[in-house]
């Protein structure tokens, strides 16, 4: 009784769970995931604390202890090619396209059938992904909630939002396509595409003359915004690579 | 950002926990409910302790606050036109007819249109429902899960349960536009982001070096898999046209 997902299909999903805060939440998520059959669990914190206590948690053991820890959201999102960013509505002001679930589960979908490895990013429980944590991701998701007149900031528990956002991803739907669009670039490649761009960017003056559109978490965005595919990633660096080379030349002509 | 229910459709539903044995978790439900706009909780417990505890949770408190208590499950359903048990497939030999959370839900909301009650019951985070219990149900609503070899009875947490069957409840099925997903940019700023490059291309040294990429329909097709937003226009031009302020300068310094 599982929905249109193959097991590798379940495999090439990533959640990533950034700065959680409390062992029986990591712990929920894990065991949804065992629920809905999905198993690589990665988590980015800046204490151990939290995950070495929910390593003992009971359920879900399987998904816990296969776990990787990673020091940063850049390197937990490495080898995917799309990155989307959970988030309640209203939080802050949004800089990224925002999907609500139904949507979202649908394109993850399409990026799974074109073989893509997915990181879905979950935030700390008190104050979800931050600015520069977001900066990472393609776009963003949310759980369609009640709007209360009485809460400024509607956010669900940790633990049901991914259950939530995991059943949609394997709930049973209709046939969508995705059939010829290029493979996604990882996101270690738009990493590498943005550090060169900003390289461009110093050369060239830019950063000086528009402070206010360089900096980093912009600069990612921008890059992130190009959905730039794997094969177009080697015509950009060699691009950027040129401009880089004549910038200096510039400056060593001038000498 | 609501589902396809009314606040009135939303007032029919009673969530009903029987025998539930963990304030957390029905502090957990009870948030649910208030997450996706639901208010009437009801408790059928052989103690009154859990519930009482439950009281004193922090999240969803009018939610808690506003639940009655019941002393069987018969009273509890009285007023109920349609009541649904909640199961994992395999508890049991079933008895009732049985569907999956998506039917299950679209038959739900076709019942509150019909302005009638609906019950939706959770069991014990044991036991599940009785067969007792399931006797006062129409029929069983399951959770479509990943079958698991070494588990014999898969069963999800209670509270990530009543998450997704709520979620599932007020889900939108009509399709609708992401927030913030920006407006794409009209071919004319395409061609004039074009043709800004290829002067680019052409001033760094680019074309000379890399003629095979450099053709103008290349250079297009690159500009125009970038997927460029209308906002994300003036930004690139911006860049391109210090770059290319940059690379001249360049020239004029050589000479």
């Not at 104050?127 to 009485?150: A, R, V």
Request: aromatic fraction near 4%; include cysteine.
């Amino acid at each position: 009784m599982m929905g249109v997902l193959s097991q590798q299909q379940l495999d090439q999903v990533c959640v990533v769970l950034v700065r959680a805060r409390n062992p029986n939440n990591i712990g929920a998520v894990a065991r949804a995931m065992h629920d809905f059959g999905f198993r690589h669990l990665r988590v980015v914190n800046e204490y151990a604390v939290p995950f070495a206590t929910a390593r003992s948690a009971v359920d879900a053991s399987d998904v816990v202890a296969g776990a990787m820890e990673f020091d940063s959201v850049a390197a937990a999102v490495a080898d995917c090619t799309l990155v989307v960013g959970t988030t309640a509505v209203g939080e802050r002001a949004l800089l990224h396209p925002l999907h609500a679930l139904p949507e979202a589960a649908a394109e993850i979908r399409g990026a799974l059938e074109l073989k893509g490895r997915v990181a879905l990013l979950f935030g700390s429980e008190k104050t979800g992904l931050s600015n520069d944590e977001l900066s990472h991701c393609h776009w963003l998701l949310t759980i369609p909630m009640k709007e209360h007149e009485d809460v400024r900031h509607p956010s669900m528990n940790l633990g049901q939002a991914a259950a939530v956002c995991l059943y949609e991803l394997v709930r049973e739907t209709g046939v969508h396509a995705g059939v010829g669009v290029a493979a996604a670039a990882a996101a270690g490649e738009v990493e590498r595409l943005k550090t060169l761009l900003t390289e461009v960017l110093e050369e060239t003056g830019y950063t000086r003359r528009h402070p206010a559109n360089s900096d980093e978490a912009q600069i990612r965005r921008l890059v992130l915004r190009m959905g730039v595919s794997a094969s177009d990633v080697p015509v950009w660096m060699g691009i950027l690579r040129q401009v880089l080379w004549k910038a200096r030349g510039a400056e060593a002509g001038k000498e």
